[in-house]
């Protein structure tokens, strides 16, 4: 793992200083609990919507980045999905835009819309392909709108503007980037029928286009440790879970508020034929790999 990191990681001096402490029997067990899992997911797709903490904290983003290029380099799939609210806010304040809200949802209005587009497609997408390339990985930045990738129509909700729905998924153009060993970074901007753009909730986007390129996994890394019981209580975290059992928490009431429709992403994308959906923390370092290669794992796992 440390000689991964150290040649295919900027950060790879660092990493090496903070694992002096751990014995060569405890690396190399740690490599033969990994074993199973890199031979199980080699040639696999596993596509991961990077988001939350994990995108704004420099040394969580670095972990992450490091991460993916591990994976990639011993032949794992990655596909990787993001959004960007925090950048959004930052340029739509340079700009002078004033946020406006409509029953607690951002209103997307035509210039909103156009700082949306350029700072999700454009700054925040070449910044993480910047990064991936830097560590060693050969990352390609795209949108939703390249080769029809990612359809979509207006949500119900039209006070919401240039909000959409996804309603269709072509996952051509990332199956041919994964079979030559990249990496797709894919921003959540789509456009409907008329090419008009249109700002996708990423988590659903991740769900469908794992669903439609048939993925081993679907990863949502979030700011939670996962679905809790108590959610003061770390040790009541639910490791595995099915469709029905996330059916009863929601009608329980132990799954509420903005849990419910990550759960609704990751249900609909199993149904749909993902071997099995995670929803894990990003605050926690290195949370990927733990969930990819470790018995134990450190999310919630949701299986048909």
């Known amino acids: ?11 790879g001096k660092e990493l090496i200083s903070k694992v002096k402490h751990v014995s060569a029997f405890d690396r190399v067990s740690i490599l033969a609990e990994a074993l199973p899992y890199l031979q199980k997911f080699n040639k696999k797709t596993i596509v991961v919507k990077y988001g939350g903490a994990a995108m704004k904290d420099p040394a969580l983003k670095a972990g992450v980045v490091s991460d993916v290029v591990l994976l990639s380099c011993v032949g794992i799939r990655i596909v ?45 997408n070449k910044s993480i392909v910047s990064l991936i390339n830097q560590a060693g990985g050969k990352a390609v930045g795209l949108c939703g709108k390249d080769a029809r990738m990612l359809s979509a129509r207006q949500t119900h909700d039209k006070e919401l503007g240039n909000v959409g729905d996804v ?10 980037i994964v079979e030559t060993d990249r990496i797709p970074v894919v921003a959540s901007v789509a456009a409907d029928d008329a090419g008009r753009s249109l ?12 669903a439609s390129l048939g993925a081993e996994k679907l990863i949502l890394m979030t700011d939670v440790p996962g679905v809790l019981r108590d959610q003061n209580d ?10 029905p059992m996330t059916r ?16 609704d992403c990751c249900v609909r994308s199993v149904a749909q034929g993902v071997k099995a959906a995670h929803i894990i923390d990003g605050r926690q370092p290195h949370s990927l790999l733990q969930e990819i290669l470790t018995d134990e794992g ?6 048909g």
């Open 234 to 243: 770390i040790s009541s975290l639910y490791k595995e879970l099915d469709i």
């Open 248 to 263: 009863s928490l929601i009608s329980d009431g132990i799954i509420g508020g903005g849990m419910i429709p990550k759960i």
């Open 167 to 176: 309603s269709g998924v072509d996952p051509s153009l990332i199956s041919t």
């Open 1 to 11: 793992r440390t000689r991964v990191h150290a040649t295919a990681d900027l950060q």
């Open 80 to 124: 990787l999905i993001h959004g960007g609210g925090p950048e959004i806010n930052k340029w739509l304040d340079k700009v002078g835009i004033e946020p406006r809200f409509h029953n607690g949802l951002r209103v997307t209005d035509d210039d909103t819309m156009e700082i949306v587009e350029a700072v999700l497609a454009g700054k925040v």
């Open 199 to 210: 700002n996708v909730n990423a988590d659903i986007a991740a769900g469908e286009i794992a």
């Open 298 to 303: 450190v999310g919630s796992m949701i299986t």
